[in-house]
């Protein structure tokens, strides 16, 4: 009888988000400087059950069909790759809200493969693990990884694992969805264009402290864009701004989901009891970063 393997499928933030240029094929080049939050989707695997999918938890009817989950789109696209694959049974439980700017589904993705991985024995560097990693979509080969680092590219640029160190955050998602392509056909970039914007700076920042004072240099360029389409995005950023202790506010991805940063747990803590009582239908997490 095997054991039932498990891992959580972390939210995905774009501390930064630099639009560098449109490319011919049409996708948008991107710089961020990528980390994750202790918030997450659970996943797991039960190799002794047939194989197949439950949804489950508070955002389960945004997962899509099952045929359209990106969960078994993960199983299939790396079993063409390894045919004999084995699976399971896999309950993915949805704690993240979908269209926020969080990589929730890809992040699904990629905590599948790292259960395959895992029950397969696989290196999670193995060639064609990656492969299907990348296949499957742009955020997944750095949510596979789940870990601090700068993502360049369309997403299939990843620098090395970076050291930030833990900050306490809120997550925000108004109750808006944004659709990313519209986010970025308000840029209105010609493919081929480029926006002639400075070399995203490598982050090395030991404390939390620096590493504020490094993002107060950088930006969302899909920020201002996202909030054209849904105000409410604004009306987010303002009310965390607002609160006690925080240090930084942002939207993350193409939104809707923005975050702060605050100097301590209990400011966290604090400042997400007191939005989630004034705007009820917001959705209100408090987090740690890295």
């Given amino acids: 009888m095997s054991p039932v393997l498990t891992t959580r499928a972390r939210a995905k933030l774009n501390l930064s988000l630099h639009v560098v240029g449109r490319r011919p094929d049409g996708y948008h080049a991107l710089e961020s400087l990528v980390a994750f939050a202790s918030v997450a989707d659970h996943l797991s695997l039960d190799a002794d059950k047939p194989e197949g999918l439950i949804v489950q938890g508070p955002f389960a009817s945004a997962a899509g069909e099952d045929q359209d989950n990106l969960v078994l789109k993960a199983v299939r696209q790396l079993r063409q790759f390894k045919p004999a694959l084995r699976c399971g049974h896999l309950t993915l439980t949805k704690y993240l809200p979908a269209q926020a700017g969080f990589g929730g ?5 990629a905590a599948t493969l790292r259960l395959l991985a895992r029950l397969n024995g696989l290196s999670l560097d193995d060639p064609e693990l990656l492969e299907a990693a990348r296949l499957i979509g742009a955020d997944v080969p750095v949510c596979l990884r789940s870990r601090p680092v700068m993502m360049r590219g369309i997403g299939d640029e990843l620098g090395e694992v970076l050291n930030l160190p833990k900050i306490h955050a809120v997550l925000v998602k108004p109750p808006v969805g944004m659709a990313t392509p519209e986010v970025f056909r308000q840029l209105g970039l010609e493919k081929g264009e480029q926006t002639n914007r400075l070399p995203h700076p490598e982050c090395s920042a030991t404390s939390a ?14 920020q201002a864009p996202a909030n054209a389409i849904g105000p409410v995005i604004g009306e987010a950023l303002a009310a965390l701004s607002q609160q006690q202790g925080c240090r930084l506010a942002r939207m993350s991805g193409s939104g809707s989901a923005v975050f702060a940063l605050f100097e301590s747990a209990a400011q966290a803590k604090n400042a997400a009891g007191l939005l989630a009582g004034t705007y009820g239908n917001w959705w209100v997490k408090p987090t740690v970063i890295g």
Avoid: T
């Avoid at 589904?105 to 993705?109: H, I, K, L, M, P």
């Fill in 209 to 222: 402290q620096e590493l504020i004072v490094h993002l107060h240099r950088l930006g969302n360029d899909l």
């Fill in 105 to 109: 589904g890809s992040a699904d993705a």
